[in-house]
């Protein structure tokens, strides 16, 4: 069974940086899978943040791209979600999401983890 979990969130003053970290583990027998980031404001819609694909290619939602950096973490079942420069309105609370490309693996979301920026 696929399991993720979310690290690092935490409160920072506008204009600093944070680095979030999903841990997916039981997916050995999962084929292709990408890792996505997601997040959630107060009274707001799931908002799409980006992706890691199976290649280790990072991708952005438009308006994140130059602040927020997606990698790929020293052990391989590690995600990283670099955020800099955040901003107030980057408030909300941050899921990630192990997506199965290909094969039988169910697609699996985090928890979420809060991030707070005070202005």
């Known amino acids: 069974q696929v399991r993720v979990q979310e690290y690092g969130g935490g409160s920072v003053e506008a204009g600093g940086s944070l680095r979030l970290s999903c841990v997916v583990s039981g997916y050995d027998n999962c084929d292709e899978h990408d890792v996505n980031w997601y997040r959630q404001a107060p009274g707001k819609e799931r908002e799409y943040v980006g992706f890691l694909d199976s290649e280790g290619g990072a991708h952005y939602a438009s308006s994140l791209r130059g602040r927020f950096t997606i990698s790929q973490g020293d052990s391989d079942n590690v995600v990283y979600l670099q955020m800099n420069n955040l901003k107030p309105e980057d408030t909300a609370k941050y899921y990630c999401?192990?997506?199965?490309?290909?094969?039988?693996?169910?697609?699996?979301w985090g928890q979420g983890i809060q991030v707070t920026v005070s202005s």
């Open positions: 999401k192990f997506v199965n490309v290909v094969g039988t693996c169910s697609d699996t």
